[in-house]
């Protein structure tokens, strides 16, 4: 089935957390979204360890057109707050620019907040992240064990000043090692 580029009224977006029986269409959205498998098997091992601390879909109509996942990151030396990396999201190449990652990401960062997350922690473009209040992990003192720009690597806190005097690795979960 091919879709055809469309724009996402976002009236008609429905937001909410993932049910196992989204887990099928969300792996074949990351398929889409990136041309390959990683991220969709990414997704299956997070969910499988029960590691997604916030996992959401968005769906226009009945179909899956964006999805973000939050688990939790282990810094070192450890730190007395809750951090969760964002890691992966996905929006249907069909729909991309079209809002669908920004409302999705504003709501997973709700949804943390609200499950006591006091910070989050993202590997992604440094001209898309700050628009949610993102800056540069160094700024908290924290780098990340992938070698990546280190505008890449960026932090928001959730709960101001739960990063205040913290520094160290960041350590995603298991499962991003083979991505």
Not at 25 to 44: D, N, P, T
Not at 124 to 150: M, N, Q
């Amino acid at each position: 089935m091919t879709l055809e580029p469309r724009t996402v009224e976002p009236g008609r977006l429905v937001v909410r957390d993932v049910v196992a029986q989204d887990l099928d269409a969300i792996k074949a959205l990351h398929r889409r979204a990136f041309g390959g498998g990683v991220e969709a098997a990414l997704v299956g091992e997070l969910h499988a360890s029960e590691a997604a601390l916030v996992s959401l879909v968005a769906l226009a109509g009945r179909d899956v057109v964006g999805h973000v996942l939050f688990s939790q990151v282990r810094v070192e030396p450890a730190v007395a707050c809750l951090v969760a990396g964002l890691a992966p999201m996905a929006v249907s190449p069909v729909c991309q620019r079209s809002g669908v990652g920004s409302r999705i990401a504003a709501e997973g960062l709700v949804r943390c907040r609200e499950r006591g997350v006091a910070a989050v922690v993202v590997l992604g473009h440094s001209d898309y992240y700050p628009r949610f209040g993102f800056r540069p992990a160094s700024e908290y003192g924290l780098a990340s064990t992938y070698d990546a720009p280190p505008d890449a690597f960026m932090a928001l806190e959730l709960e101001p000043g739960s990063l205040r005097g913290v520094s160290g690795l960041v350590h995603y979960h298991a499962s991003f090692d083979a991505v």
